[in-house]
Structures are given as C-alpha cells and as structure tokens.
C-alpha cells in the first residue's frame, strides 16, 4: 500500500475512533460490562439459593434430564433466564423510570413519551407538536391533532 493511501487511511481511522459516539459506545459497554457482573452475582449468592432451596437441589447448575446419555443441563438456562429477568427488572425500574422522571423534570422529555397522534393523510405516528409529516411532507393545520383525553 502507497506511503500516502496509507496515511490517509490511518487519518481516517483515528477520525473514526475519535467520534463521540465510537467513545460513547465505548464507555457503555465497559458500564454495562460491570453492571452485568453485579446483576450476575446477585443473581447467584440471592435468588438462585432461593429457587434451590425451592427445588431441593444443591444448585440450578445440577439441574438436567438425559436422553440417550446425553446430559441436558436445563438448570444452566433456568439460571441464565432468572439473570436476565432480574437485569430486565433492575434497569427499568432503577435507570429507565428514574432517568425519565429528571428528564420530564428538567424539561427535556425522551422521545418516547413525546404524544404523537396518527398523520390525517398518511396515518403515521407523529408528534402532536409537528407542523409536517416526517413520512408523508403533508403540511399540517395547527390544530391537526384531536384533543388529548384526561385518563
């Protein structure tokens, strides 16, 4: 490879890395690297002695059936699905609920809880604020959206 393609090729590379959101990424899964390492290990020392203690066993790891000499261990998999229940739980109520709560409060609302209604002429679903449909272009009336109901 030419001196010249190559060190462009190498400038290139380090704009790449050097991206925020390649650093972002970066430092998200390092966080949820060690996240899931504290939910695994509450998952082991807490429930999965309770769900022993239910299955008079010595753990869910000696869980299995045979078929034809051929051990299936379903304990390992009953674990695994207890893991990812309980990190499921873990990040919903404990990162997702209390982020989105400080964000309504500070006045920057996810995405997510944005009202959106159905587009009058392509039915898409769009923020009750839009002036035009994203999916469509069609021009929107200021009152476009039908009235909010209290629940």
């Known amino acids: 490879m030419p001196?010249?393609?190559?060190?462009?090729?190498?400038?290139?590379?380090?704009?790449?890395?050097?991206?925020?959101?390649?650093?972002?990424?970066?430092?998200?899964?390092?966080?949820?690297?060690?996240?899931?390492?504290?939910?695994?290990?509450?998952?082991?020392?807490?429930?999965?002695p309770v769900v022993t203690l239910v299955a008079h066993k010595k753990g869910l790891e000696s869980l299995y059936f045979e078929i034809s000499g051929v051990k299936f261990q379903y304990g390992l998999f009953v674990n695994a699905i207890i893991t990812f229940i309980i990190t499921a739980t873990v990040i919903f109520f404990f990162v997702l609920?209390?982020?989105?709560?400080?964000?309504?409060?500070?006045?920057?609302?996810?995405?997510?809880?944005?009202?959106?209604?159905?587009?009058?002429?392509?039915?898409?679903e769009i923020p009750r604020a839009a002036v035009r449909c994203s999916a469509c272009t069609q021009a929107l009336e200021s009152d476009w959206a039908p009235a909010v109901e209290d629940a």
């Open 3 to 48: 001196k010249g393609r190559m060190k462009r090729v190498m400038g290139e590379f380090r704009a790449f890395v050097l991206r925020g959101n390649v650093v972002d990424l970066a430092i998200a899964v390092a966080i949820g690297a060690a996240f899931t390492a504290v939910v695994g290990a509450l998952s082991a020392s807490f429930v999965t």
């Open 97 to 124: 609920k209390p982020t989105q709560a400080l964000m309504v409060r500070f006045g920057t609302t996810p995405p997510s809880m944005i009202a959106k209604s159905p587009c009058p002429a392509c039915l898409t």
